[in-house]
């Protein structure tokens, strides 16, 4: 017998009993190993079991009712009492089985299932729940069927494409989260002008990492030219892919080298794609696709 197979380990012996080297009994084989879970199902079950104790405003916001900022507030205000004591720190830990009222009325803390939706954001759309300036948002041009949501991340005024809505802050965080890797992939119009180009030097810098002259470091880019798709004269069609999302990176990387970008649409951020949705148009994830 091959000496990698047998156990040299021996137990204490009993009286009378002789020392031999007993062959190994077959392993027990191991169950198969689950699958990874992707990144967005990981968020599900995190938000899923991060009701178990948490901060007062946090714990109901989560219930769908009021933003983040309202509960704050309203805890604040002296509005809330855990079971029959008025709380006004809205860091206050609470458990689901606490019982809450807000303005004398019961608010059980049940966490409203994570959900996600696609949206078409047109241009001319900002993305935020109000403007000082009073242009119109995101938020103010969805549908009244929809629950109270946020956006993952966002998208400036002029851009256009798939904008992810959540009801979970949770969720909408791990979305975001550079570490997790979501791709964000975008068709830029790039206006180059009629004696200038993109070139595979610029391309290739991109693919590198960039750093501005602000200092600003960018994390490497894909970029490929897309030349079948019709551009008019001095522009030209790139397709970028990133995943970190700085605030305008499309364009900034693209003001590095002199130029402008006139259109920008993001196509898919990670598993999720813009798809045939119309600009406007909202459409629920299947809960199968993000669990």
């Not at 948490?54 to 989560?62: Q, S």
């Not at 507030?73 to 509005?79: F, H, W």
Request: hydrophobic share 35%; glycine share 8%; net charge positive.
């Amino acid at each position: 017998a091959n000496r990698r197979d047998i156990s040299c380990a021996t137990a204490p012996q009993s009286p009378g009993s002789t020392n031999t080297l007993q062959p190994p009994s077959p392993p027990t084989p191991s169950p198969p190993s689950p699958p990874a879970p992707s990144a967005a199902a990981a968020a599900v079950a995190r938000v899923s079991m991060s009701h178990l104790q948490r901060g007062l405003a946090k714990a109901l916001a989560a219930t769908g009712r009021w933003s983040r900022r309202e509960a704050n507030r309203m805890t604040a205000d002296a509005r809330v009492c855990v079971n029959g004591v008025q709380v006004s720190n809205p860091a206050a830990r609470v458990r689901q089985s606490d019982r809450v009222t807000v303005d004398g009325e019961l608010t059980p803390l049940e966490v409203a299932p994570p959900r996600l939706w696609r949206f078409h954001k047109p241009d001319g759309l900002i993305t935020t729940a109000s403007d000082p300036q009073g242009r119109p948002t995101v938020f103010a041009s969805l549908p009244g069927w929809l629950p109270r949501v946020l956006s993952v991340g966002r998208l400036d005024l002029r851009s256009e494409g798939l904008l992810l809505l959540t009801n979970s802050g949770p969720l909408a965080r791990m979305l975001e989260l550079p570490s997790n890797a979501f791709e964000r992939k975008y068709r830029a119009l790039v206006c180059t002008g009629q004696e200038r180009g993109v070139t595979g030097a610029m391309l290739r810098a991109m693919g590198d990492g960039l750093t501005l002259r602000d200092q600003t470091r960018f994390r490497p880019i894909r970029a490929v030219r897309t030349p079948l798709q019709p551009a008019a004269a001095g522009h030209e069609w790139v397709r970028m892919t990133l995943v970190e999302g700085k605030t305008r990176e499309v364009r900034r990387a693209w003001q590095h080298f002199g130029f402008v970008v006139s259109r920008l649409v993001r196509d898919a951020y990670g598993p999720f794609e813009l798809g045939e949705l119309r600009p406007g148009e909202v459409e629920e994830v299947p809960r199968r696709c993000v669990a």
